[in-house]
């Protein structure tokens, strides 16, 4: 097994670990910050159902976004819509049998992986063309799209250009879940993925990435609008009644 | 005030977004409260000596107490889509009012301190030390803020700048930089019971003159009656509804509408403001100690019903934060709500506004009107953003855009709405809201009208609009001052309850 097999596994091991620990700690940190007022941006939803429809707008289909503009909603949610099919396409080489509703997808996950890199070029297009959004945007926004863009590009080479062996990095990934490692194809292009997914694991949950989580934790978008029906109280609030 | 004469920026043609014009507002800067203010109502004197130390460690309080800002630190993307809402970015071209980038005057910090990627590579995430400079930013810029969340509505995530803006604010007072317009109101409130400083006798004797004037001119005995045990309903309005003009005459309105429906009311001299500027400054225990005085008033008045005055934060404060700081609502099991909940009707909405109190009544045909009294005016309705993006009125979403309506169509014939990307949830702020209201910062405020100017302008020139009706002290108190800068009268102004009082018959004269 070349050295190469090995890099990966360990990086692939640390990597997961920094992401599920990191992530797991800043969900209970959103969860565990109380929320003393109710602030939900009205007209909002008045009970939970409604509560988790709005979400579902928003998360599925960036209703917000689409109300405000158009240019970035189009880019962003071609942009995600199609990192939600590749993702869920590239769930087989996770899982063996492969599940009947990612096996019936897969079709669609091909013009996914270009919807996804044409979505990233409009949002990178726009932060050097749009003069409010080009005085916003930080280096690291440049490197998140850099990122992203470079991932899709070595997947799509791999794709349609310079195949790899697919079967032999599926036997690697579910060697590594079983934690028997089998040797990974050698191949620069998958190399290069490999490695920037990497990356992009371990800065998530220290990154503006945490927007996903933060969404479904956004007090103006997830609390129900009944403040005259039900009493609202934060633990630290409450010891300042009757005083 | 010294400096450069206040001007008006001119109408834009098609509403296009500005060109950036970096530092236009940076001179911008509201006087700082002294040290008397200050310590009264328990804030340091003056800038703490080891200020950024405080600093800090009261960012990382509130971040520990406030989910939203928690959430909102972490989670903006920079996509933009906020850039172009705030009234002051497009009335001043100045980046820094573009929401993003007033929050990121906190962002930047926070990343400093309290991230990973900030500690190692602050450049790289933008990250910056809490620096003097980086305080001048945030004292002007955070009062440049009328926390009207707008830009909130159009944030995919519903990142809510007013939210960052009250943390600063709070983090500022802290540290011994208040500001001294809103802090020296928080000290009359506390003292006197009204924003105004307008103590009891003073009160007493404005509502006698009211009730002569109203005898006068209508011939009946229009009562104001204040601190009257046993009352069915307690009137918590703003303070400025007692003297100034035009928020005087929707006081008379809604002292008509009692009288017409035969309900007892009953205002009160401890509790003689709706206003609550702990909002503003994001100190909830502040918020708190505002609002008792009302809990404290209902209770001791023995009131069935608690209706609010016209007042677009007061409205927020008191729909959506009451129940939670003073157990005035529905739902609360501890002994701290039952108290009041054993007292007051639930067969009402508590609180309720004044505008659902009309509406009900007219739907139950208890109040008749002569419509032509207000035909002399063509009228629009420009909604407060804490009413319209903050609360609600009635049972169902979107009540707080139709009820205010539904009264100006039951008591006049002309009414003419604003462009629609301007009225409901998208209005416009009138550029006075959230504790910037100050003739220090006249020149902000004149600039952050534009947007709803604009669209005045248009249904003025189109359709002869010549009142725009609001349900907002300050609302009211901003355009009187900033109307004649866009070239109209200043009396186009007025409340809605202003119309109901021109056209309600009084019942007891026919
Ligand atoms: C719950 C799931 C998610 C939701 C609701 C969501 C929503 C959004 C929205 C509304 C935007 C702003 C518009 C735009 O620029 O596209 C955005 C931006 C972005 N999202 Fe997500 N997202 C989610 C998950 C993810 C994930 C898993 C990733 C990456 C692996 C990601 C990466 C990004 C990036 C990099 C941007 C910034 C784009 C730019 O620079 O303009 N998102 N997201
Ligand atoms: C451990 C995780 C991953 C592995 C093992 C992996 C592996 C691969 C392989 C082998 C291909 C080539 C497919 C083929 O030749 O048919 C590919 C394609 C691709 N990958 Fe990944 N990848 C991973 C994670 C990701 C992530 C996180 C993204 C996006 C952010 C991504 C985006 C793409 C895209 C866009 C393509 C091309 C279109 C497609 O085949 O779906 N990959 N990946
Ligand atoms: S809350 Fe209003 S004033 Fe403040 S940044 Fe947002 S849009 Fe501007
Ligand atoms: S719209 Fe929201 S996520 Fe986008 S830049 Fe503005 S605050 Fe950040």
Known sequence: ?243 | MAGPEIKAPPFRDIPTIPALIPGAMAASKPYVANQKVQEGIGFRGELAENWQELAIEKMGDLLGKYRSLKVYMDSCVHCGACTDKCHYFIGTGDPKNMPVARQELMRSVYRRYFTLPGKLFPSLVGAKDLTKEVLDDWYSYFWQCSECRRCSLFCPYGIDTAEVTMAARAIMDHIGLGQKYSNEILAKVNKIGNNLGLPGPALEDTLQGLEEDVKEETGVDVKFPLDVKGADVLLITPSADFFAEPHIDSLIGYAKVFHAAGISWTLSSYASEAGNFGLFNGSYEMMQKVAMRIRDSALELGVKRIVVGECGHAWRVAYAFWNTLTGLGGGGTDPFSIELQKQLDPTFRQPSHICEVTWDLIQQGKLKFDKSANDHRTITFHDSCNVARASRMGDSPGGQFDIPRNIIKAVANNYVEMEKSTVREKTFCCGGGGGVLTDDLLDIRVKGALPRMEALKQVSDHDGVNFMATICAICKAQFTKVLPYYGFNMRVVGGVHQLVSTAIKLGDEQ
Not at chain 1, 82 to 97: D, K, N, S
Not at chain 1, 171 to 182: A, N, P, S, V
């Open chain 1, 1 to 243: 097994m070349t050295a190469a097999t090995y890099f990966f596994a360990i990086l692939f091991y640390a990597a997961t670990a920094l992401l599920v620990v990191g992530l797991i700690y800043k969900i209970a940190d959103f969860a565990r910050t109380p929320a003393p007022l109710l602030i939900p941006t009205t007209p909002a939803p008045t009970t939970t159902g409604g509560v988790v429809f709005r979400m579902f707008r928003e998360v599925a289909l960036f209703e917000s976004l689409f109300k405000s503009n158009l240019w970035i909603w189009a880019f962003g949610w071609m942009f995600h819509m199609g990192l939600f099919l590749v993702l869920a396409r590239h769930l087989r080489y996770f899982t063996e049998p492969v599940w009947t509703w990612v096996a019936l997808i897969q079709p669609f996950g091909l013009y996914a992986g270009f919807a996804m890199a044409a979505g990233l070029a409009g949002l990178w297009a726009r932060r050097f063309l749009v003069e409010r959004i080009r005085y916003i945007s930080t280096p690291s926004d440049h490197l998140m799209l850099a990122l992203l863009l470079g991932i899709a590009a070595t997947g799509l080479l791999m794709k349609f250009v310079m195949h790899t062996d697919i079967v032999a990095v599926k036997t690697f990934f579910l060697g590594l879940m079983r934690f028997d490692i089998q040797p990974l194809p050698e191949h620069p292009g998958l190399y290069i993925h490999l490695g920037l997914v990497a990356i992009l694991m371990i800065v998530f949950p220290i990154s503006k990435l945490l927007h996903a989580p933060g969404v479904f934790f956004s007090p103006s978008r997830n609390q129900a609008d009944n403040p005259r029906e039900a009493r609202h109280l934060a633990p630290w609030a409450a010891k300042l009644d009757a005083k």
